[in-house]
Nanobody, 123 residues
Framework: QVQLVESGGGLVQPGGSLRLSCAAS????????MGWYRQAPGKGRELVAHIISGGSAVYADSVKGRFTVSRDNPKNTVYLQMNSLKAEDAAVYFC?????????????????WGQGTQVTVSS
């Protein structure tokens, strides 16, 4: 079984910063792509940023230049540094990881989600 545990959410004023962390643990062969998604009330879940094991990353247009995704491969951890936060960034942020695990049928890749962490941007 694989678990993703997120931390770092909270309340911040507009213009402030937060850093989210997400650590994958369990019976892991390898962690491949890792990413952050967010879901605001009444809206669908949207991609914020995604990073592959080699370090290449993509970002939603709305966060480019303000957010930075990074990862620590030996720790199976992904980070999201969020700067210049705006009210519209407020949402529940979810971590996602594509994880290869050993199964009875060989190594298979599955997608896992964290439990979500609330980010509130308000003065």
């Amino acid at each position: 079984q694989v678990q993703l545990v997120e931390s770092g959410g909270g309340l911040v004023q507009p213009g402030g910063s937060l850093r989210l962390s997400c650590a994958a643990s369990g019976s892991i062969v390898s962690v491949n792509g890792m990413g952050w998604y967010r879901q605001a009330p009444g809206k669908g879940r949207e991609l914020v940023a995604h990073i592959i094991s080699g370090g290449s990353a993509v970002y939603a247009d709305s966060v480019k230049g303000r957010f930075t995704v990074s990862r620590d491969n030996p720790k199976n951890t992904v980070y999201l540094q969020m700067n210049s936060l705006k009210a519209e960034d407020a949402a529940v942020y979810f971590c996602n990881a594509a994880v290869s695990v050993q199964t009875a049928y060989g190594i298979k890749e599955y997608s896992y989600w964290g439990q979500g962490t609330q980010v509130t941007v308000s003065s």
